[in-house]
T-cell receptor, first 110, second 113 residues
């Protein structure tokens, strides 16, 4: 059974800091891994999608890496801004199921 | 535009009532999913369907039921057997197979009054 763990559960950083969010999964037989952002009371916004054959994806200040063999992914956020404050969720898809981690709640202080 | 539509956005249920949450997609995706999110928690899988007229239980299916009579629609019924139904419910869809991305609706917030 696939299990997805995100560390840390919560993070508070000053504006401008670079930061890393971690995601680990137990079953490496995945199709892809996605990182999502969720604002309070809202749905999910897809940030980055990494296919199983890829090692990383970049979008603006965001960079996500995938190491299937070790069951790990990281989301790197450069030069953080108060507008980045949200919950970040990673999800792995495999065997026609998408399983989520519990998320990392990020607060960027101005 | 293609996408997933969940309705209603907010739903209030009395104790002992069944309620049905709607999820419609026009992305021509084969697979559809229902997740539940509690405050401060991640998403937990309730039910999923890979093709029409077929669905499987997820991790927390008790007290819920679904149907998949059409490819575009995957309604979720929260029954009176669900003892703690107050939560945020999200529907998703994706093409079956590899190299595909999950798309989500904007969610339905269900409150028991």
């Amino acid at each position: 059974k696939q299990e997805v763990t995100q560390i840390p559960a919560a993070l508070s950083v000053p504006e401008g800091e670079n930061l890393v969010l971690n995601c680990s999964f137990t079953d490496s037989a995945i199709y892809n891994l996605q990182w999502f952002r969720q604002d309070p009371g809202k749905g999910l916004t897809s940030l980055l999608l990494i296919q199983s054959s890829q090692r990383e994806q970049t979008s603006g200040r965001l960079n996500a890496s995938l190491d299937k063999s070790s069951g790990r992914s990281t989301l790197y956020i450069a030069a953080s801004q108060p507008g980045d404050s949200a919950t970040y969720l990673c999800a792995v898809t495999g065997g026609f199921k998408t399983i989520f981690g519990a998320g990392t709640r990020l607060f960027v202080k101005a | 535009d293609g996408g997933i539509t969940q309705s209603p956005k907010y739903l209030f249920r009395k104790e002992g009532q069944n309620v049905t949450l709607s999820c419609e997609q026009n992305l021509n995706h084969d697979a559809m999913y229902w997740y539940r999110q509690d405050p401060g928690q991640g998403l937990r899988l309730i039910y999923y369907s890979q093709i029409v007229n077929d669905f499987q239980k997820g991790d927390i299916a008790e007290g819920y039921s679904v149907s998949r009579e059409k490819k575009e629609s995957f309604p979720l019924t929260v029954t009176s057997a669900q003892k703690n139904p107050t939560a945020f419910y999200l529907c998703a869809s994706l093409l079956t197979g590899a190299n595909t991305e999950a798309f989500f609706g904007q969610g339905t917030r269900l409150t028991v009054v």
